[in-house]
């Protein structure tokens, strides 16, 4: 085994070259950020040899950019947090003096883990707005926002396979990600996760019907967009 830790994982020619000389026949991407660059596309039209486990760069929006996926499960009936999507601070600024309910504040591209603001009150949620779109707290990431109802209650992940038509869920599990005790303060990289979840966070019912309603849809929305993997064995969507 080789850890090749001098090539930038965004570097998809010196990676392609290593994996030509080393005779890799199989990818598998782990962080966000190169399968939204295009790794996988990269890989196939490039270093045909190699398969790839994850999505295309059509696919990986979905993680890329919470604007489009919020847009594309408003767009197929999945269910979802009440939103707007703003690219322009000042109509977002008026947004936020509209509502009436508790808001998520998140920015649209990757950051790390970290995009994700839940304000405690309206001048937090106007300074957390301040940071992300004018200071640039998340960098491009922060570019658009989303401003999301605040919901309530314990956080699940199911990590679901499929291959643009079935799918297969792996255990639901739990992260925490705010820094404090007792999921107070603002969110990290990720805190700890376990897995399977014990029945008070999510039961069989509910799991049946997160599939029905969330993670099928998705997988045949997907589909029908053109957004499926194609010749991808196998896709990662995280709910």
């Known amino acids: 085994m080789t850890n090749v830790s001098s090539i930038a994982q965004d570097d998809f020619p010196a990676l392609s070259a290593f994996a030509k000389d080393n005779k890799v026949n199989f990818l598998i991407p782990g962080p966000e950020a190169p399968l939204v660059a295009g790794i996988v596309d990269y890989f196939h039209q490039n270093v045909p040899g190699v398969r790839c486990f994850g999505p295309q760069q059509s696919a990986a929006r979905m993680e890329g950019s919470k604007t489009f996926s919020k847009d594309f499960m408003k767009d197929h009936n999945i269910p979802t947090a009440a939103y707007e999507n703003f690219s322009d601070y000042e109509a977002a600024k008026r947004y936020l003096d509209t509502v009436d309910h508790d808001v998520v504040i998140k920015a649209d591209g990757l950051a790390a883990g970290k995009g994700v603001i839940i304000p405690q009150t309206k001048d937090e949620a106007h300074a957390a707005l301040k940071d992300i779109m004018l200071d640039r707290e998340f960098g491009d990431a922060g570019s658009s926002v989303v401003i999301e109802e605040f919901l309530e209650g314990e956080e699940c992940s199911i990590l679901t396979f499929s291959d643009g038509h079935a799918i297969a869920s792996l255990p639901p599990a739990q992260d925490h990600k705010r ?61």
Not at 201 to 214: A, C, P, R, Y
Not at 219 to 226: A, P
């Open 179 to 239: 820094i404090g005790d007792g999921d107070t303060g603002p969110n990290t990289g990720g805190m700890g996760t376990y897995a399977p979840c014990p029945g008070r966070v999510i039961s069989k019912t509910q799991l049946q019907d997160i599939n029905k309603t969330i993670l099928q849809p998705t997988i045949d929305g997907m589909r029908k967009s053109g957004e499926s993997p194609g010749v991808i064995p196998l896709i990662m969507t995280d709910s």
